[in-house]
Nanobody, 125 residues
Framework: QVQLVESGGGLVQAGGSLRLSCAASGHTFSSLSMGWFRQAPGKEREFVATVRRHGGDSTYYADSAKGRFSIARETAKNTVHLQMSSLKPEDTAVYYC?????????????????WGQGTQVTVSS
């Protein structure tokens, strides 16, 4: 059973930066595709970024994240990071780490088998 523990959320002013981390255990880390999703109040959970287990850790981002967010795997620590910069109030949400062993399209939450508890990110204007 994979366990995911997120950290790094908090309150930041617009234009600021945060780095979220997700520590994974219970599975060979390199065999997992790792993703970040977010859910704002009253909205559906949406895809943010992924780093796939195939293709040399290829990454993919939602349009809202391109150019501002960066996902990276730190294999030695079984951890995936989401570096967020130029944050906007609309980035305010609970951010969830997700892991999957057979992720193909990467943008659909149903493809991920395991989820963390979430970490709150609040961006003030």
């Amino acid at each position: 059973q994979v366990q995911l523990v997120e950290s790094g959320g908090g309150l930041v002013q617009a234009g600021g930066s945060l780095r979220l981390s997700c520590a994974a255990s219970g599975h060979t880390f390199s065999s997992l595709s790792m993703g970040w999703f977010r859910q704002a109040p009253g909205k559906e959970r949406e895809f943010v970024a992924t780093v796939r287990r195939h293709g040399g850790d290829s990454t993919y981002y939602a349009d809202s994240a391109k150019g501002r967010f960066s996902i990276a795997r730190e294999t030695a620590k079984n951890t995936v990071h989401l570096q967020m910069s130029s944050l906007k109030p609309e980035d305010t949400a609970v951010y969830y780490c997700a892991a999957g062993t057979n992720v193909l399209d990467a943008i659909y939450a149903l493809e991920y088998d395991y989820w963390g508890q979430g970490t709150q990110v609040t961006v003030s204007s």
